[in-house]
């Protein structure tokens, strides 16, 4: 066991984890944030998906030891408090969610592709969500989702308090 020191979702944590422990269960069980899901267990599904410095990364194999001192963004941490980040807002109006299962690991994919490529094609999108497998088949309102977002508001990036970019 080790004791780390953690930001998760703009906030310091302590914990005390095994080094190969995956951010996975550390965000799920020993901080109690369970938006991030558990899926396949070897990255090849894309649930588990989380951003660290921003960048897409599958929760089940980066280990804690492995975090160093990144920043770990969660589906919870995208919201401002009951602001939802708009993606968040779109996948409800877009009615995307089926079972919503792999909701958070899309979003997520989705947020950092926006964040690198503020209006992609659908190609784009694709490529960038190539990764995140949804059983329910909502590939079509996903990318209509994206494109919503796309292009017509600035990025949402709660680290800036909740102003865009």
């Known amino acids: 066991m080790a ?8 906030e310091r944590h302590r914990i005390e984890a095994e080094p190969e422990m995956p951010i996975l269960w550390v965000l799920r069980d020993l901080l109690g944030l369970v938006g991030t899901k558990f899926g396949c267990g070897i990255a090849l599904c894309g649930a588990c998906t989380v951003h660290v410095d921003g960048q897409p990364v599958r929760a089940c194999s980066f280990t804690i030891d492995s975090l160093g001192n990144r920043d770990v963004t969660t589906i919870e941490g995208l919201a401002d408090g009951d602001i939802l980040h708009p993606l968040q807002q779109a996948w409800i109006d877009r009615d995307v969610a089926q079972c919503g299962y792999c909701q958070a690991g899309q979003i997520m994919s989705a947020a950092a592709l926006l964040a690198a490529t503020p209006n992609p ?3 784009q999108i694709d490529d960038a969500l190539r990764g995140n497998y949804c059983r329910c088949g909502t590939y079509g309102r996903i990318r209509q989702a994206v494109h919503d977002v796309a292009g017509a508001v600035a990025i949402f ?3 800036q308090d909740g102003e865009t970019v």
């Open 3 to 10: 004791i780390y020191e953690i930001t998760v979702n703009r």
């Open 157 to 159: 990036d709660p680290r």
């Open 121 to 123: 094609s659908d190609a």
